[in-house]
């Protein structure tokens, strides 16, 4: 199938790679000529696991080409939208901006039998707008929504297998007088044909549903991220172990123990974008109620950096002014090199801003952090960032920090103290080896050496609500 991909960001590139390793003929318009020039010499511009080598094997296959000319797309059959929808500067709102040039650049390019597949994450009622604009142009064209649910960092899998495909369709198409009419289903079967044939889930829908899918799916996820650090907080005011409490009531399958991982809670560019603008378009629909619910997730998760900064002060009795921190972690999540909207840099910013001194590191976030934050002090060196550290706060939950041993990071700062911003760490471990391990939502860990070998040996045991008893998911 002959292919074009609008817009080569995050999904856009992503989507052409896995579309062309999938055989199909892939043309990816980028309007940025840097950007385009460098995925056409095979630079990923991003870090993706898996996503160089396959661009690069899609490139080398005569498969794959980018281009900021979108007059090149006029012997493609399927066109995909993957512009960015951002968050509007003046407020919470998506701006629809790049997605309204990128069709209007597109419409004259159609030709009859062209299907227009939207994929960008949309306010409801959108689809409808566009689908109007297509075949107003012409009339033998046609729009599926068809919203993708990549993360960042398996990107490549998701796109290959995804969990399920979701269609929206007009609820016209199909219908025309009997004669041959346009089956854009079956057009987009074919190029999904690999993953229907491994039994993915395909679900039809009208466009409203399936933009409602996608901002929907996000908002769940981002609720009961919220929802955990609602507890935290609770845990902290009564003495009670949120970690404890995610891994009982998460053996409920209802419930679920996978994303309930309370701590500094969600960034990057998806979740707090989308239930910002799901909340601005439920407030223009009149839904208020349904508003105010994703105002409070935002609002929930937006006061974690503070909760950390908080908790940091704490530890260090009160005072920050002229105090060293070392924050590990500037990127949103592991696995990427994305710092929008990072939790992190937030606590970092904050603590910085109560006169702390901080460093922050990250094994691939650093130069994206750079640009966007000159004021802090960033350094791609560990042990540099560590050494004469008063404490120490993980912020991304990168293996490399998990999996740091508390032996050697003891020798390297000025004070044990270590605050988990994800709850990630073996905290008997840790105390054992003289670290005050403090978590949001737990009961903090002090290293004592007269209750050393007891505390440990509960750890063990799993006694006093110390450790985990289940492994993280
Ligand atoms: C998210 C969704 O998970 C994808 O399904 C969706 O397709 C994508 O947005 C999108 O709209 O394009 P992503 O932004 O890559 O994907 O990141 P997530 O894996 O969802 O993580 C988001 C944030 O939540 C991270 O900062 C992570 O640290 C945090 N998180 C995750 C928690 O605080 N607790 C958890 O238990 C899990």
């Known amino acids: 199938m002959d292919i074009s991909v609008i817009g080569c960001g995050y999904l856009g590139a992503v989507h052409a790679a896995c579309m062309a390793s999938l055989g199909h003929h892939v043309i990816g318009v980028e309007r940025d000529p840097e950007r385009a020039a460098r995925l056409n010499r095979g630079d990923p511009v991003f870090f993706e696991p898996g996503f160089a080598e396959m661009l690069q094997s899609g490139l080398a296959a005569d498969r794959l080409h980018f281009t900021t000319d979108v007059g090149t797309v006029a012997g493609s059959r399927v066109h995909f939208l993957c512009v960015g929808t951002p968050q509007?500067?003046?407020?919470d709102a998506a701006d629809l901006d790049a997605l309204h040039t990128a069709v209007n650049d597109l419409v004259p390019q159609l030709r009859p039998g062209d299907v227009v597949v939207g994929k960008s994450t949309v306010p409801v009622g959108t689809a409808q707008h566009l689908a109007a604009l297509i075949r107003r142009a012409d009339p033998d064209t046609a729009l599926v929504w068809n919203p993708e649910f990549l993360r960042e960092g398996t990107a490549v899998d998701d796109t290959l297998h995804p969990d399920r495909l979701v269609y929206g369709v007009c609820a016209e198409v199909g219908h025309a007088d009997g004669e041959q009419t346009l089956d854009p289903v079956a057009l987009l079967d074919s190029v999904y044909a690999d993953q229907l044939a491994d039994n993915t889930p395909r679900m039809i829908t009208d466009y409203a549903t399936a933009e409602l899918v996608k901002v929907a799916a996000n908002s769940f996820l981002a609720t009961k991220i919220s929802f955990i650090n609602a507890m935290a907080d609770v845990c902290e005011a009564t003495g009670a172990d949120v970690h404890l409490l995610a891994?009982?009531?998460?053996?409920?399958?209802?419930?679920?123990?996978?994303?309930?991982?309370?701590g500094l809670g969600f960034g990057g560019g998806c979740l707090p974008k989308d239930v910002r603008a799901f909340r601005v378009r439920a407030e223009e629909l009149g839904a208020t109620e349904p508003a105010a619910f994703l105002q409070q997730v935002d609002m929930i998760n937006s006061r974690r950096p503070l909760a950390a900064a908080d908790l940091a002060e704490r530890m260090l009795d009160g005072r920050l002014a002229g105090r060293r921190i070392a924050v590990l972690g500037a990127t949103f999540k592991p696995s990427s090199d994305d710092i929008r909207q990072s939790p992190g840099l937030a606590t970092a910013t904050l603590l910085q801003a109560r006169g702390a001194t901080v460093v922050v590191t990250d094994p691939e976030g650093t130069d994206n952090a750079r640009k966007a934050h000159p004021d802090l002090d960033l350094?791609?060196?560990?042990?540099l960032a560590l050494t004469g550290a008063d404490a120490v706060l993980?912020?991304?939950?990168?293996?490399?920090?998990?999996?740091?041993?508390?032996?050697?990071?003891?020798?390297?700062?000025?004070?044990?103290?270590?605050?988990?911003?994800?709850?990630?760490?073996?905290?008997?471990?840790?105390?054992?080896?003289?670290w005050t391990v403090a978590t949001l939502g737990r009961p903090t860990l002090q290293f004592s050496p007269a209750v050393e070998s007891a505390q440990v040996q509960n750890c063990r045991v799993g006694r006093v609500g110390l450790e985990p008893t289940t492994k993280r998911l």
């Open 88 to 91: 509007r500067a003046d407020g």
């Open 379 to 383: 350094t791609d060196d560990l042990e």
């Open 247 to 262: 891994d009982a009531i998460g053996q409920d399958p209802r419930i679920g123990r996978q994303f309930f991982n309370a």
């Open 394 to 434: 993980v912020a991304t939950d990168w293996a490399a920090f998990r999996e740091l041993d508390p032996s050697w990071v003891a020798g390297l700062v000025s004070g044990r103290v270590i605050i988990d911003g994800r709850d990630i760490l073996d905290r008997a471990t840790w105390a054992a080896a003289g």
